[in-house]
């Protein structure tokens, strides 16, 4: 759970990510089963103030979750919260695949650093590759 959170305002922190419009008061209330929308209120201004939401001044129901920045602290308490049998078995997981220990059957991206798949690599593939400068048909 992130920290320094009630369960209530952890509840509307997920509910808020997963929506792509804010939600009226009401639909938070009933997505979090709540008896009035003055205690969702208190949750919202509560996430207000410890800095997961901010609101954008002069627009109603706009709430916008604020993405906290990633520091080593946050990544080494993820860690520690793992349990260390799931890390090992990762680590074997990917010391089998091929894509992780360098034995991919192609480049990731082409020669131009473009990254496989997309419409760009596909173009460098096709000979008109804007990066590259050159026309492949005229070798």
Same mark, same amino acid.
């Given at each position: 759970m992130t920290q320094g $959170?009630?369960?209530q305002q952890f509840a509307l922190l997920t509910f808020l990510r997963q929506q792509?419009? @804010?939600p009226s008061y009401r639909e938070m209330q009933v997505a979090l089963g709540l008896a009035s929308s003055s205690g969702v209120h208190r949750l919202v201004t509560a $996430?207000?103030?410890r800095g997961?939401? &901010?609101t954008i001044p002069g627009r109603k129901r706009c709430l916008r979750v604020v993405q906290p920045p990633v520091t080593r602290e946050a990544i080494a308490a993820w860690l520690a919260s793992v349990p260390s049998h799931i890390l090992h078995a &990762?680590? &074997?997981?990917r010391d089998r695949d091929p894509a992780w220990n360098g034995e %991919? @059957? #192609?480049p990731a991206v082409c020669?131009?650093?473009?990254? %496989? #798949?997309?419409r760009e690599a596909r173009e460098? &593939?096709?000979n008109i590759c804007p990066l590259r400068g050159d026309n492949r048909e005229a070798a």
């Open positions: $959170l009630t369960d792509v419009t @804010t $996430l207000i103030e997961f939401v &901010e &990762e680590l &074997e997981r %991919a @059957t #192609g020669p131009c650093g473009h990254r %496989a #798949g997309t460098c &593939e096709t």
